[in-house]
Nanobody
Framework: QVQLVESGGGLVQAGGSLSLSCAASDRIFRSYTMGWFRQTPGKEREALAS????????YYADSVKGRFTISGDNAKNTVYLRMISLKPEDTAVYYC?????????????????WGQGTQVTVSS
């Protein structure tokens, strides 16, 4: 059982930046894919970015491409999400997740472990 703990959320003005961290309680295996999602009330969880731990291939949703960067640190068992040029519509609870088997990175159903979420609020 892998526990994931996000940190780094907060309040930022539009145009600003934030970096989120997600620390895993155990080793992130090379077969894992780590992902970041976000959710606002009444909406489905939206896939933002993912990183394959075995080769560091990364994938992004069109809504965040060029503004968000996902990365990972093996030694720290931590995955990061660097966010720049933030917009009010980026306001949401952000979650990290671990996918241990196959399936599309975009589908939350394919992820086995989830963090508790961290709130990001972007003011206009």
């Amino acid at each position: 059982q892998v526990q994931l703990v996000e940190s780094g959320g907060g309040l930022v003005q539009a145009g600003g930046s934030l970096s989120l961290s997600c620390a895993a309680s155990d080793r992130i295996f090379r077969s894992y894919t780590m992902g970041w999602f976000r959710q606002t009330p009444g909406k489905e969880r939206e896939a933002l970015a993912s990183i394959m731990w075995n080769g560091r291939n990364t994938y992004y949703a069109d809504s965040v491409k060029g503004r968000f960067t996902i990365s990972g640190d093996n030694a720290k068992n931590t995955v990061y999400l660097r966010m720049i040029s933030l917009k009010p519509e980026d306001t949401a609870v952000y979650y990290c997740a671990a996918k241990t088997y196959g399936g599309s990175w975009r589908s939350s159903d394919n992820y086995d472990y989830w963090g508790q979420g961290t709130q990001v609020t972007v003011s206009s």
